[in-house]
């Protein structure tokens, strides 16, 4: 038996980031083995604090709560809220898998490996998990060469994408994104990998390896893929552990595969080598094992401890974006920015940048707007001259601007074809009508008859009748003053 060190509850040290007052309450209720504590874990919460009144972090974890101990609750005064809230969550899951079902089968039929990683992968290997584990949103991972495929699927049966940019700009980078969402409908919310972690958690050959230790599953039907334990602890740390637990489930996740007993722990350790996981780890495991009672064996837990006390000054980064949001002072608040900042821009670097992604960026032009003008288009086709080759587009567009400081989105593209994204910033919030110029370099091959100038919005929502979300987000409609053609050089 291993000798586990003393963890200490001051920084930089791991206790510091462990889930402290009402969430280290709720996660006791959902993961204490003793069912008089943890039932007394649930009544204290309820007791202190109103349901109604808390964020959708708590509702994920009353939700479990709930399913865990049904009527045992009865007798308090917040049951019925109680029951209420886990049928709402319950019913949200289940639409929003019912919308993925048919794309997922889709992508099936067409050749694509679907694995589903996070929330969605405990549904999909315990149908009864769902009435505990919220799933608004399936996680989908496929492999870099199926990610074509299952993005068109997504396209064709009218999944929006909710960046706001259009499918021929999304479709010609899919190699240089890890991920991307989509919504479709009042539930339906799907995000798309191509690779399971982000770009500071990078390996290669571990990429691969999460196909080979895949196990086969069904989803509503569906078969599909699921991550092996080991895998589903450690994407469950990747993807939670360093998020202010913005969300706690993926700690409950965590138990669930524990306890299920079959984790390959060699496997696990090398995961989280590779990925550079082990503050992260330590944190997580040191907590369900010391605070809640969790078997995560002595060596395991030893050897993470090793290795993240190894970790440098990287340890300290990790510890802090560990911290639950809600504990968060000043101080951490700051150390905290500045550290996620970094880590973000270590993942920020695509896999590829072919073709380039540079945008033409909007000026203002001298001119007035036009007196007599024309109405307001969101889309408006430029005629194509005979020529072939590398030319330069200049063009000028009337744009009328809300009274708020936001970004100017506009594409040129040619049926399927992405050609140029067009940028433009405005600061001042006048609110008055201008007029834009764009130029950049574009290719004609002497038969395209015309390029189609449309306007983007921003980011996309499900419905558009908050006005203003519109007036930050929205497309903004524009007249087409001009649109000229000439020889590069």
């Given at each position: ?155 064709d049966r009218d999944w929006q994408i909710a960046s706001g940019v259009s499918p021929q700009y999304l479709r010609t980078r ?316």
């Amino acid at each position: 038996m291993a000798d586990i060190r003393r963890i200490d509850r001051r920084f930089p040290d791991y206790g510091w980031s462990w889930p402290t007052g009402g969430l280290d309450q709720l996660l006791k209720a959902a993961l204490l083995s003793d069912e008089d504590a943890a039932a007394a874990c649930a009544a204290q919460w309820l007791d202190e604090n109103d349901i109604d009144l808390v964020a959708f972090r708590e509702h994920r974890l009353l939700a479990a709560i709930s399913d865990r101990f049904g009527r045992k609750l009865a007798g308090h005064s917040a049951y019925p809220r109680l029951v209420g809230l886990q049928k709402m969550l319950w019913t949200k899951s289940r639409m929003a898998m019912r919308e993925a079902e048919p794309a997922l089968q889709a992508m099936a039929d067409a050749g694509c490996m679907v694995m589903l990683i996070k929330g969605a992968s405990r549904i999909a290997l315990n149908a009864s998990a769902q009435r505990g584990r919220v799933a608004h949103d399936i996680d989908i991972l496929v492999r870099p060469q199926d990610m074509q495929t299952a993005f068109d699927v997504l396209r064709d049966r009218d999944w929006q994408i909710a960046s706001g940019v259009s499918p021929q700009y999304l479709r010609t980078r899919l190699a240089s994104l890890r991920s991307m969402n989509f919504f479709k409908g009042s539930f339906g919310d799907i995000d798309l990998h191509q690779l399971a972690y982000d770009g500071s958690q990078q390996s290669n050959e571990d990429d691969l390896a999460i196909w080979r230790r895949a196990a086969a599953a069904a989803f509503s039907g569906v078969s599909v893929l699921v991550p092996s334990p080991a895998d589903r602890i450690a994407l469950a740390i990747a993807h939670g552990g360093l998020d202010a637990h913005t969300h706690s489930d993926w700690l409950v996740d965590c138990a669930v595969a524990i306890r299920d007993g079959d984790v390959d722990w060699d496997v696990f350790l090398d995961i989280i080598a590779r990925r550079g996981l082990a503050v992260a780890a330590a944190v997580a495991l040191s907590y369900l094992a010391l605070g809640i009672g969790v078997a995560v064996p002595d060596g395991v837990l030893a050897r993470v401890l090793e290795m993240a006390d190894r970790a440098g000054l990287s340890r300290w980064s990790a510890v802090l974006q560990a911290k639950p949001r809600t504990d968060f002072g000043r101080l951490v608040w700051l150390s905290r920015g500045l550290a996620k900042q970094l880590r973000l821009k270590r993942k920020s670097g695509r896999l590829q940048q072919e073709p380039p992604a540079k945008a033409w960026r909007g000026r203002s032009a001298g001119r007035r707007p036009p007196d007599a003008a024309s109405p307001l288009v969101f889309s408006q086709t430029i005629p194509c001259p005979q020529m072939t080759g590398d030319v330069m587009l200049d063009v000028a567009v009337r744009i009328s601007v809300p009274p708020v400081r936001r970004r100017i989105e506009m594409e040129i593209n040619a049926g399927d074809d992405h050609v140029a994204r067009l940028r433009a910033m405005v600061i001042s919030r006048s609110g008055k009508e201008r007029v834009l110029h764009f130029r950049g370099k574009v290719r004609l091959d002497g038969s395209r008859q015309a390029l189609t100038l449309e306007a983007r919005p921003s980011r996309q929502f499900r419905e558009w009748n908050d006005a203003a979300a519109v007036a930050v987000y929205g497309a903004l409609p524009f007249q087409l003053l001009s649109a000229e053609f000439s020889p590069v050089g």
